[in-house]
C-alpha cells in the first residue's frame, strides 16, 4: 500500500525508521516543529532547529526516496515564557520561503494557561499575514476537551482563518465531532500507550467517515511507533473495509489537505 506520513518527528528517529517506512509504502514524510525532549534556552537554538528541518532532515530522508516536509514554530510546551516565543515567531518569516515548509505549527496548547492561548493566536496571526496553512496540538487526556474547544473558539473569532487550510491534530472521541463540524480537518495520532490506537481510530471513522481526516503517528521521543499508519490501515482491511477507500485515507485526504500548499508535490 501507499500512504502519506502526514505529522512525524524525525529528528528523533534513526535512520532504520526511514527505511521501514519506505518499505512499508510511505511516499512522503512531513515534520511538524516540536519540542526537543527540553526546553530551549535562546532564540538561538530555534534557529538551529529550523535549519535542521528545512535542510538537513529533507536531505536525510531523501537518501531514502522519501520526500520531506515540515512546518515551524516554537511548541505550546515552550509557550508559557511569551517574550522568548515572541522571538521565535520573528525569526520565522526568514524560513518560509524554504522549498519544503508547507506552514505554521505544530501550534496549540499544552496546559491551557493564558501565556499560551496568546501565543497562539500570534502563530495564527503569522500564518494569515503569510497565507500558510496550519496544523494544531491539542492538548493531552485530562485538558483535551477544554483546550480544542479553546482552540476552535480563537480560530472562530479570526475572521481570516479558513478552516478547509486548518488541520487540528490528536482528536479524541470526545473531540473530533466539535473539530469537523466547525469544518475544520481532524488528524488522529496512533500511539501503542496515549492519544489513539488503531482500532478506536477505526471506530472513528465508521462512526464519523473518512472526510477532512487523516491518521498520523507523530513518532516522537516518547513510546510511539513510525509505521502506525499502515497498521492502522490493516486494521481496516481486517474490518472488511474496501482498499479503495482506505488508499483514499491514507494517502489522498494528506495530499489533499496538504495540496492547498503550492510547495507540496504529491508523489504518482
Same mark, same amino acid.
Given at each position: ?115 499560551? =492561548? #496568546? @501565543? ?5 496571526? !503569522?500564518?494569515? $499575514? ?5 496544523? /494544531? ?89 513510525? =509505521? #502506525? @499508519? ?5 486494521? !481496516?482491511?481486517? $474490518? ?5 477507500? /482506505? ?22
Amino acid at each position: 500500500m501507499r500512504f502519506i506520513e502526514p505529522h512525524a518527528h524525525m529528528v528523533s528517529r534513526t535512520t532504520d525508521d526511514y527505511v521501514a517506512m519506505a518499505t512499508a509504502g510511505c511516499q512522503a514524510v512531513c515534520e511538524p516543529a516540536f519540542w526537543a525532549g527540553f526546553d530551549r534556552t535562546s532564540v538561538d537554538g530555534f534557529f538551529d532547529y529550523f535549519r535542521q528541518l528545512t535542510d538537513y532532515e529533507a536531505k536525510r530522508a531523501a537518501k531514502y526516496g522519501l520526500a520531506h516536509y515540515c512546518w515551524l514554530c516554537i511548541n505550546p510546551k515552550e509557550s508559557e515564557d511569551v517574550k522568548l516565543a515572541g522571538e521565535v515567531i520573528d525569526i520565522i518569516p526568514q524560513f518560509l520561503d524554504r522549498p519544503g515548509v508547507l506552514g505554521i505549527g505544530e501550534i496549540g496548547l499544552n496546559k491551557n494557561s493564558r501565556n499560551e =492561548l #496568546a @501565543v497562539f493566536e500570534k502563530h495564527v496571526d !503569522l500564518a494569515m $499575514r503569510h497565507e500558510q496553512l496550519i496544523l /494544531i496540538h491539542t492538548p493531552h487526556l485530562e485538558d483535551k476537551l477544554k483546550g480544542t474547544k479553546l482552540i476552535v473558539d480563537a480560530l472562530k473569532a479570526d475572521s481570516r482563518v479558513n478552516p478547509d487550510r486548518v488541520v487540528i491534530d490528536h482528536v479524541e472521541e470526545h473531540t473530533i465531532e466539535m473539530v469537523l463540524d466547525a469544518g475544520f480537518w481532524a488528524g488522529m495520532t496512533l500511539y501503542p500507550e496515549s492519544k489513539c490506537t488503531a482500532a478506536r481510530a477505526a471506530d472513528m471513522i465508521e462512526q464519523y467517515g473518512n472526510q477532512r481526516l487523516w491518521m498520523n503517528s507523530a513518532c516522537d521521543w516518547g513510546v510511539s511507533v513510525p =509505521l #502506525a @499508519v499502515p497498521r492502522a490501515a490493516l486494521e !481496516l482491511r481486517q $474490518r472488511g473495509h474496501d482498499a479503495k477507500k /482506505i488508499d483514499a485515507l491514507i494517502f489522498g485526504n494528506p495530499a489533499r489537505f496538504l495540496g492547498q500548499s503550492k510547495k507540496f508535490h504529491a508523489p504518482a
